[in-house]
Structures are given as C-alpha cells and as structure tokens.
C-alpha cells in the first residue's frame, strides 16, 4: 500500500492519518516521542505492511513483477493498489477524491512541525503534484513511476511496468477488490486495539 491508502485506512482520525502517512521516514523506536495519536498511526502503518506483505492475494499481484524488477516489484505494486483505490475511489468515500485529498495537504502543512525531515522535503512537491489524486489516471500513475524511478537512481525502470499493468489490469484490479475488502477490516480491527 502506498500514500492514499496508508491515509485512507487510517479512518477519519487526522493524526492517525498524519502518523501513518509519514511511518516509512521513521525507524525503530523513535516513534514513541510522537504524540499519542501519530504514534498509533506509525504502527498502524507497519501493521498494515506486514498484513499486506504476507497476504496470498498481494502476493500473487506481485508475483507478476518479480522476475523483471526483482526487489522492486513491491514498490511498484504498492502504487499500482494505490492506483485501484483511486481509480474506484467512489466505491469506499463519499467525498470527492480531491477534496479529500486537499483536506490532507492542508492537515499536514498545518502540523508541519510535527513531519520528519524526509517528508517536509517532500511535502511540496507531493502538494504540487497532487500524488494522491495523481493515483487515479494512468498519466498520473506514469508520472509517479517515474518520479520513484529517479529517487532510486533508475536502478529498475520502474515506469516500464506500465506494461504490466495494460497486460494484467483486470486480474490486478480483482485482486485489489478482494484484498483490500480483508485489509480494511483488519484495520478497523487494528484502529480498536490501539484505542
């Protein structure tokens, strides 16, 4: 899972939200000197990392990708669920997909002081971009890639797999259904836990 769904799993929680969005620029147990409500998104977040990483279904999805972008075939399935939520947005909010997303962006510049080093420097071209309504469209999708592309100095072409996704779309797009229907219930199961 990557940005939109990190956010959209966290629930109507902003700090939660906030705490799972930026998760990934936080290592070991440096989480425990965020706020109570970020520290819970910090773990949501790994929670949902590793229900997604060992889930049969994501699995399989990825599967199609590993034997050209190896290691990578996970980053870039993780932006193509993404691209799924986005694109059958409709399904699981009834808001607009970019009022909710300007509704983030504007949390998070206002809680500024609380982003990672990492995130601040990326805040802005996330915003300028809109990545989370960028998820929805393929050019978007393309242009995402090839951002990731070039903060992994081109090691794979990960923009190539746009490819893949034309090849195997309807089979992707099942399986983020069926997936995504079990993480989400394990999320709100998680959420009530860390309450």
Not at 19 to 35: C, E, L, V
Not at 90 to 95: D, F, L, M
Not at 96 to 121: M, P, Q, S, V, W
Request: hydrophobic content about 40%.
């Amino acid at each position: 899972m990557n940005f939109l769904a990190h956010i959209f799993l966290s629930g109507e929680n902003d700090k939660l939200k906030l705490g799972n969005f930026m998760a990934d620029s936080i290592r070991g147990n440096t989480y425990k000197k965020y706020p109570k409500e970020i520290k819970k998104g910090i773990l949501l977040h790994r929670a949902i990392d590793s229900f997604t990483d060992t889930h049969p279904i994501y699995r399989q999805s990825k599967h199609r990708l590993h034997e050209k972008y190896g290691h990578y075939s996970g980053v870039i399935m993780d932006i193509f669920y993404d691209h799924y939520l986005a694109k059958n947005w409709s399904n699981y909010s009834c808001e607009k997909l970019e009022d909710y997303a300007e509704r983030f962006y504007e949390f998070a510049k206002e809680n500024h002081h609380l982003l990672t080093d990492r995130i601040k420097g990326m805040l802005p071209y996330m915003i300028a971009r809109n990545w989370l309504v960028s998820y929805s469209n393929l050019a978007g999708l393309e242009m995402i890639l090839f951002q990731m592309d070039h903060k992994t100095k081109n090691r794979v072409a990960m923009h190539e797999a746009m490819v893949e996704l034309a090849q195997f779309d309807k089979q992707f797009e099942q399986e983020f259904f069926v997936f995504f229907a079990e993480l989400q219930l394990f999320c709100r199961e998680k959420i009530s836990q860390l309450q």
